[in-house]
Nanobody, 116 residues
Framework: QVQLVESGGGLVQPGGSLRLSCAAS????????MGWYRQAPGKQRELVAR???????NYADSVKGRITISRYKAKNPVYLHMNSLQPEDTAVYYC??????????WGQGTQVTVSS
């Protein structure tokens, strides 16, 4: 059984940095993309960043220039490097993996809180 295990969330002051990581336990065949979503209280889940198997990346406009997604040579795990964090970045961050059959795997989520 495949599980996505996230780590790296926590409390950080405005302007601070965090690195999230997501590792899959169990084998996922034919990964198409890996990414991160977030959901703030009372809001819908939204895409933060994703990286496709060929290395192309997509970012939400609100995080461009502050957040970077990386994955070493198309391997496990995938990282989300977050800098210049602001209170509006506070949310539960979820790891997502999609295979070539468009099947989605989701992690349990990790809380990121940006507050002074």
């Amino acid at each position: 059984q495949v599980q996505l295990v996230e780590s790296g969330g926590g409390l950080v002051q405005p302007g601070g940095s965090l690195r999230l990581s997501c590792a899959a336990s169990g084998r996922i065949f034919s990964i198409f993309l890996m990414g991160w979503y977030r959901q703030a209280p009372g809001k819908q889940r939204e895409l933060v960043a994703r990286i496709l198997s060929g290395g192309r990346t997509n970012y939400a406009d609100s995080v461009k220039g502050r957040i970077t997604i990386s994955r070493y040579k198309a391997k496990n795990p995938v990282y989300l490097h977050m800098n210049s964090l602001q209170p509006e970045d506070t949310a539960v961050y979820y790891c997502n993996v999609q295979n070539m059959n468009s099947y989605d795997y989701w992690g349990q989520g990790t809380q990121v809180t940006v507050s002074s």
